[in-house]
Each structure stands twice: as structure tokens, then as C-alpha cells.
């Protein structure tokens, strides 16, 4: 089955630094790749969707200067944290669907989330 | 806006049936998922329905009805493994947003 990964799985970092977080499709091109993030006991929010080789779509509430997504490749997205605060400590995950699916109509494979901790 | 509600806790015996609930208000409807995550761990696929009916695989399987905004999650024989949230997630709009419930947790006993 398709695989998606995601780089760190885990990352504790100063107040202030910016943290990059890395999604890969192992094995298919993903034309579109979601971010979400998920606080302790509640649902997986939506962050952005992302089109490889276009700007990302923010959800409401979610600031695309201090979330910065580059979906640069058919296999790999990045998101990055600018200016890290202790309220961003989260679970990150992102999903990827492959080329030739229609955009969520087919499965969305997640990857196994990064765990980010800010002091 | 969108409006997914699902029982917040749920415990069942292992070797049971357990069917777990999703109600859903939204537009654009295109499709439901259920996904299973284990406590700390990222969501995995569980099944897809975008038509109305019973769809089954193995010792689950997931059902639609799109009039009544309903789904439902059916789990037999039950394993101990299988304790996890499951969680409920639409699909509506022109670019296929997916919005998750906030997940049923299963406690599966002895």
C-alpha cells in the first residue's frame, strides 16, 4: 500500500526558532497533500491543503506567515513553524492522495506525525 | 459550516459487535470516512463511502445514508487491539475539504 512519511517524528525546540517539518509519498506522486494538527483529546484540524507547484489554502484562523507550507515536488511537503510558541506544541500530521484520484475522493494516506514541543 | 457528531466514549466486550454512530450536517457532500487512531499515533484508513448502503471488510464494516446524514461503524468480534478512537470524517466541497468528528474512543474488556 501507498506510504507516507514525515520527518522528525519528534522535535523539542526553543521558544522563537523556527522548526521544518518534512512529508514524503514513498511510493506514488501525491498532486495534493494535507496538513493537520491535532491538541491532546481533540479532533484532527484541518491546517492547509497543499497543490504541489501552487500556493497553499489556509484554513480560516491559521496564519500563513507562521505556517509556511512548500509543496515543491510530487512526493514531498514541507511545513514550517516560524517563531515557534509553547502553544504551538502539537501533533502534526499530513496526508497525501495520489495522482489520478480525485482530491479526497480516494483514501488519504497519513503519515505518522511529528510531535512538536516548544519550551 | 459543518456539523459532525459522534459519541465521545463507548466501551464494548471483547468477542462483541459494537456499531459506532456519526451524524452529519454539511453541504457539498461527497463522501465519509472512518479512520481508526491509536493514542498518539496518526489515523488509518478504515473505509470510504460516498453511496448509500453496507459496506463490509472482514470485521468491519461501515454504512451511509445520505438523506439522513448518518453513518454508523460496525465492528464484530471484537479484539482487545481494536481498543482505539474512530474517528468520523466528511468530505463536501468543490476541493474535497475533509472534517473530521471529534472521535469515538473504544475501550474493548475482557
Known amino acids: 500500500g501507498a506510504v507516507v512519511s514525515q520527518h522528525p517524528s519528534r522535535v523539542i525546540c526553543k521558544s522563537g526558532t523556527s522548526v521544518k517539518i518534512e512529508c514524503r509519498s514513498l511510493d506514488f506522486q501525491a498532486t495534493t497533500m494535507f496538513w493537520y494538527r491535532q491538541f491532546p483529546k481533540q479532533s484532527l484540524m484541518l491546517m492547509a491543503t497543499?497543490?504541489?507547484?501552487?500556493?497553499?489554502?489556509?484554513e480560516q484562523g491559521v496564519e500563513k506567515d507562521k505556517f509556511l507550507i512548500n509543496h515543491a515536488s510530487l512526493t514531498l511537503s514541507t511545513l514550517t513553524v516560524t517563531s515557534a510558541h509553547p502553544e504551538d506544541s502539537s501533533f502534526y500530521i499530513c496526508?497525501?492522495?495520489?495522482?489520478?484520484?480525485?482530491?479526497?475522493?480516494?483514501?488519504?494516506?497519513f503519515g505518522p506525525g511529528t510531535r512538536l514541543t516548544v519550551l | 459550516g459543518q456539523n459532525i457528531d459522534q459519541p465521545t466514549e463507548m466501551t464494548a466486550t471483547e468477542g462483541a459487535i459494537v456499531q459506532i454512530n456519526c451524524t452529519y450536517q454539511?453541504?457539498?457532500?461527497?463522501?465519509l470516512f472512518w479512520y481508526q487512531q491509536h493514542a498518539g499515533e496518526a489515523p488509518t484508513f478504515l473505509s470510504y463511502n460516498v453511496l448509500d448502503g453496507l459496506e463490509e471488510k472482514g470485521r468491519f464494516s461501515s454504512f451511509l445514508s445520505r438523506s439522513k446524514g448518518y453513518s454508523y461503524l460496525l465492528l464484530k468480534e471484537l479484539q482487545m487491539k481494536d481498543s482505539a478512537s474512530y474517528l468520523c470524517a466528511v468530505v463536501s466541497g468543490g476541493y474535497q475539504k475533509v472534517t473530521f468528528g471529534i472521535g469515538t474512543k473504544l475501550q474493548v474488556i475482557p
Open positions: 496526508s497525501a492522495v495520489g495522482r489520478g484520484s480525485l482530491i479526497g475522493a480516494d483514501t488519504q494516506y
Open positions: 454539511t453541504s457539498g457532500f461527497n463522501g
Open positions: 497543499s497543490n504541489e507547484g501552487s500556493k497553499a489554502t489556509y
